[in-house]
């Protein structure tokens, strides 16, 4: 006759249980596959995971982890402390991007009858002669995008208002 003693887990026990990460981009879902994480893992690890192993190009301090539209912070936080105890975290990646849009102090950012302007002095920005491919007239600055097209500041604001009003992931 075999006798078989059954522990339950124990805090420790599940506080280092494993993590498998997905993080969701506006294009892609990858997960982290070369680091193993865990509940006692960072905020900072799987930003720097994530950074190391499927963007190059940005750092960790340049993004922000969202789990159900919450941001998971501060960066020295452990995964369990931000509230992810199970197996698999779906984390939506977002970061800061930089763009030649003029500040307004205390203005309403989403007032449609403010008048924008793009800032020509930046090098990065090629001002165009094309028509704007959102209103398709050759009215006020144009700006060419890197693919060709080109938008005034008054259609780029449209379209990513649009956008961001729809709630949408992709465009």
Same mark, same amino acid.
């Given at each position: 006759?075999?006798?078989?003693?059954?522990?339950?887990?124990?805090?420790?026990?599940?506080?280092?249980?494993?993590?498998?990460?997905?993080?969701?981009?506006?294009?892609?879902?990858?997960?982290?596959?070369? @680091?193993? !994480?865990?509940?006692?893992?960072? !905020? @900072?690890?799987?930003?720097?995971? @994530?950074?190391?192993?499927?963007?190059?190009?940005?750092?960790?301090?340049?993004?922000?982890?969202? !789990? $159900?539209?919450?941001? %998971?912070?501060?960066?020295?936080?452990?995964?369990?402390?931000?509230?992810? $105890?199970? #197996?698999?975290?779906?984390?939506?990646?977002?970061?800061?991007?930089?763009?030649?849009? %003029?500040?307004?102090?205390?203005?309403?950012? %989403?007032?449609?009858?403010?008048? #924008?302007?793009?800032?020509?002095s930046d090098p990065e920005i090629k001002?165009?002669?094309?028509?704007?491919?959102? @209103? %398709?007239?050759?009215?006020?600055? #144009?700006?060419?995008?890197?693919?060709?097209?080109?938008?005034?500041?008054?259609?780029?604001?449209?379209?990513?208002?649009?956008?961001?009003?729809?709630?949408?992931?992709?465009?």
């Amino acid at each position: 006759k075999t006798t078989f003693s059954l522990k339950p887990f124990t805090t420790p026990q599940l506080a280092m249980s494993s993590v498998t990460v997905k993080v969701r981009t506006t294009t892609t879902s990858v997960t982290i596959t070369q @680091y193993k !994480v865990t509940t006692k893992s960072t !905020v @900072y690890d799987i930003k720097k995971a @994530y950074c190391d192993e499927h963007n190059n190009s940005k750092t960790p301090e340049g993004i922000t982890f969202r !789990v $159900r539209g919450k941001e %998971l912070k501060p960066d020295n936080a452990s995964l369990s402390n931000v509230g992810i $105890r199970g #197996r698999l975290a779906m984390v939506t990646m977002s970061s800061k991007l930089r763009g030649g849009a %003029l500040y307004i102090q205390k203005g309403n950012m %989403l007032n449609k009858n403010r008048y #924008r302007k793009f800032n020509s002095s930046d090098p990065e920005i090629k001002v165009t002669n094309k028509a704007c491919c959102v @209103y %398709l007239d050759k009215n006020g600055d #144009r700006a060419q995008m890197p693919c060709g097209h080109a938008f005034t500041s008054n259609s780029m604001f449209d379209t990513l208002k649009a956008i961001i009003t729809k709630n949408e992931y992709e465009y």
